[in-house]
């Protein structure tokens, strides 16, 4: 196959001779006729049609060039174009006309033959380009259509039916979105030649790196990317970001639903093979429409996430309680401007206060209490032993236990998938928080819903905005090491699990305490990679990576649940409940009381003994890396 960039040169060098042929047969035409219609028969100069024939085409040609006309590609033209080939047609007349007066001063030539040949040669020009477009798009009159003002150029990458509702939406926005689309790529079988509501069709997928080569070869720049439909799995926006990268040119998404074609930025969350899910939101609506609810840590990303999405279901009252000033006034900012209606309470707290928490169940008396307050941060955490425990264990604790004095009706406490086999303190201190809130919610009538689950994806602490942080500086970006994978999950589909999982939960129930089906664990280099092409450059060559190895409590991979639990399916896609709970020692609370006490005196050593032997998985692995460590 010939390259992009030679194909695109032979493309302009048809059009131009095209042109310049067009012209110099006009000239021809427009002497011939005039002399016939006013002579009644040939000119007496034959000599004199060649050489206007000749200096017509010449000037075509110079005009045409430096106005760069050749470089229109047919099957695209617009309106602009249309007035661009004129102003070419005006520049060559006034490059004919002193060139033909300084060769014979027009002796021969009719005045009326030159306006004759212009209007031969538009209608020549015109013709010639509705003919590409009425095969390429079946739409000869596009030429004559309006193109968006500035409108960047593009090329859309999708299944068919995407691509048809995206390019509909489009030409009714009226300047909405400023995307000029040069053509289509589709995900499935293509037929070059065809057309989609007036975009022809390039190729496929497989050649969309020669496509916008030769787009770049012909327009001097290479147009955007476009993905919509299932172009933005996760499996296409790979080869399409990689591709773009090498290119240096931006990838814009499209939503492809009949609401619209908003153009939106391509997130790390189009990265995630995750499926679209349809949740029943009756359920949860009936949860908490009339209701108050209490979020605790409701200032941060899955607490306001939480937050939004119960404000979005017309609760009685919503409560933000968060130990966090900036955090709590921004929530409230953005709460109050998206919900103007809502009764909103913000409340600047911290958890291990009971006075506070007292205060603020007293006042309100909230019918549902979701838990999202916590400390999360896995090397922090390493660091600050006491801290994480007097937030985690004692927080939890005091928020379950004021939950039930005060006759919430339920409550859902946010834990996450480190809380399995734990070799960290914040793991370990999560899956105590567990316990610990399965316990107390035994003393009264309230009904527990934990909800475990991994990575939210962009939540503050995770590796998003870190990367993205350190690609705008120019690198490097650092992963702790090669083989790492963590299970990724978007806040919005969090949110809303964790939602369901409240409206599920039951009395009675053995464990109160769920899943999420997180998907396949992604590998974090190739999250980085990924992230690196979305901003345009190539991995390894813009921006390094660098591999720092594991930090203090790291693990290579995460799991969801234990040996001993077992995975039963509910009624609500993504969601699973856990079977299998655990005895724990008799001892329980009275090591709790000691564990707590000695995190309140800052012993940390003391602390964490006590937290090796409520959680003795945690344990074991702590007596495991202390005896590597002595035989290293």
């Keep these: 196959m010939m390259n992009a960039t030679r194909q695109a040169k032979r493309a302009m060098a048809l059009t131009l001779t095209f042109d310049v042929v067009t012209a110099g047969i006009a000239m ?52 602009t174009d249309a007035v661009r080939v004129l102003q070419g047609v005006a520049v060559a007349s006034l490059i004919f006309l002193p060139t033909i007066f300084l060769w014979n001063r027009l002796v021969g030539l009719p005045r009326s033959s030159i306006l004759i040949a212009v209007g031969l040669w538009i209608a020549a020009l015109f013709t010639g380009r509705m003919i590409a477009l009425a095969r390429s798009t079946q739409q000869p009159l596009q030429f004559f259509q309006r193109l968006p003002k500035d409108a960047a150029m593009a090329v859309l990458v999708g299944d068919e039916a995407a691509a048809a509702i995206v390019i509909g ?23 070059p030649g065809r057309a989609i509501k007036g975009v022809p069709i390039l190729g496929d997928l497989d050649d969309l790196d020669y496509v916008l080569q030769m787009l770049k070869a012909r327009y001097g720049e290479v147009p955007w990317v476009a993905v919509a439909g299932d172009a933005r799995e996760p499996s296409t926006m790979s080869d399409v970001l990689e591709i773009a990268a090498r290119l240096k040119t931006k990838v814009i998404a499209f939503s492809a639903s009949e609401d619209g074609a908003d153009q939106k930025e391509i997130r790390p969350a189009d990265l995630l093979s995750r499926r679209q899910r349809n949740l029943d939101k009756g359920p949860v609506e009936a949860l908490v429409q009339g209701a108050k609810i209490l979020v605790t840590g409701g ?108 006759r919430t009706r339920r409550f859902v406490f946010v834990s996450t998938d480190k809380a399995v086999d734990p070799d960290n303190v914040m793991g370990a201190t999560k899956r105590l928080a567990e316990l610990t809130v399965t316990r107390n919610a035994q003393y009264g009538t309230m009904i527990p819903a934990l909800v475990r689950f991994g990575n939210v994806l962009g939540s503050s602490g995770s590796v998003v905005p870190l990367f ?23 806040v919005e589909e969090a949110a809303s699990l964790v939602l369901q999982a409240a409206a599920q939960a039951e009395r009675g129930e053995e464990t109160g305490l769920y899943v999420l089906d997180m998907g396949d664990p992604i590998r974090i280099e190739a999250l980085a990679e990924a992230m690196i092409r979305m901003h345009g450059k190539v991995p390894g060559k813009d921006v390094e990576i660098v591999h720092t190895g594991l930090r203090p409590g790291e693990k290579l991979s995460e799991v969801l649940t234990y040996d001993f639990e077992a995975l039963q399916e509910t009624n609500v896609d993504g969601l699973l409940k856990v079977r299998g709970g655990v005895k724990v020692d008799d001892r329980f609370d009275l090591m709790l009381k000691q564990l707590l006490r000695a995190a309140d005196r800052r012993e940390r050593t003391e602390a964490l003994h006590l937290l090796g032997r409520l959680v003795p998985e945690y344990g074991e692995s702590r007596r495991a890396s202390e005896v590597g460590a002595e035989g290293a």
Excluded at 57 to 63: D, G, Y
Excluded at 169 to 191: C, D, F, H, S
Excluded at 319 to 340: G, T, V
Excluded at 478 to 490: E, I, Q, Y
């Design 468 to 490: 993205k942080e350190q690609i705008d500086s120019g690198g490097p970006v650092t992963v702790t090491h090669p083989d790492v994978t963590r299970f990724f999950m978007t």
């Design 169 to 191: 939406k489009l030409r009714n926005q009226n300047g909405g979105a400023k995307v000029r689309l040069l053509g289509l790529l589709p995900t499935t079988e293509a037929e």
């Design 28 to 79: 021809a035409m427009a002497v011939t006729l005039r002399w016939w219609a006013v002579e009644g028969g040939p000119p007496d100069f034959p000599l004199l049609i060649l050489i206007s024939s000749l200096m017509f085409a010449s000037s075509a040609l110079v005009s045409f060039y430096i106005l760069r006309i050749h470089r229109q590609v047919w099957r695209h033209m617009g309106a």
């Design 299 to 406: 200032g941060g990303t899955i607490g306001l996430e939480l937050a939004r999405q119960c404000a979005a279901l017309k609760p009685e009252q919503l409560i933000l309680f968060d130990a966090s000033e900036y955090n709590l006034y921004s929530a409230d900012l953005q709460l109050r401007r998206d919900f103007p209606e809502l009764k909103l309470h913000s409340i600047l707290g911290n958890v291990r206060d009971t006075a506070r928490l007292e205060q603020t169940f007293g006042e309100f008396q909230p019918d549902v209490v979701i838990h999202a307050a916590a400390l999360k941060h896995v090397p922090l955490m390493e660091k600050h032993v006491c801290e994480a425990i007097l937030t985690n264990v004692e927080g939890a604790m005091n928020v379950a236990r004021t939950a039930v004095k005060y």
